[in-house]
């Protein structure tokens, strides 16, 4: 089994910079597609950017530019920099690991999440 956990979040100004780490325990994830998703304060769960096995990435339009995650595989980990952050960024961020494409709706593994909030 597979346990990821989020951290690296906590309140900042607009403008300002976070970074976000998933750590995942448990066995290596050889082969998975990782990714991060978020859910604001009454809004479904949406998706924030993912990343294949091999390095591929994609965002969402809203963090193009300003969000990039990468993934170092020697320490099984997951990040996303999140720059020049905006209040509508605020939501609680989840990282997920897939053997497919990691969805908001289906993905194999999810963390507990970690609070960002971005004031104005």
């Known amino acids: 089994q597979v346990q990821l956990k989020e951290s690296g979040g906590g309140l900042v100004q607009a403008g300002g910079s976070l970074r976000l780490s998933c750590a995942a325990s448990?066995?290596?994830?050889?082969?998975?597609?990782m990714g991060w998703f978020r859910r604001a304060p009454g809004k479904e769960r949406e998706f924030v950017a993912t990343?294949?096995?091999?390095?591929?990435?994609s965002y969402a339009d809203s963090v193009k530019g300003r969000f990039s995650i990468s993934r170092d595989k020697a320490r099984n980990t997951l990040y996303l920099q999140m720059n020049s952050l905006k209040p509508e960024d605020t939501a609680v961020y989840y990282c997920?690991?897939?053997?497919?494409?990691?969805?908001?709706?289906?993905?194999?593994?999810w963390g507990q999440g970690t609070q960002v909030t971005v004031s104005s």
């Open positions: 997920a690991a897939d053997l497919g494409v990691p969805s908001s709706r289906r993905s194999e593994f």
């Open positions: 448990g066995r290596t994830l050889s082969g998975y597609a």
């Open positions: 990343i294949t096995w091999n390095g591929a990435s």
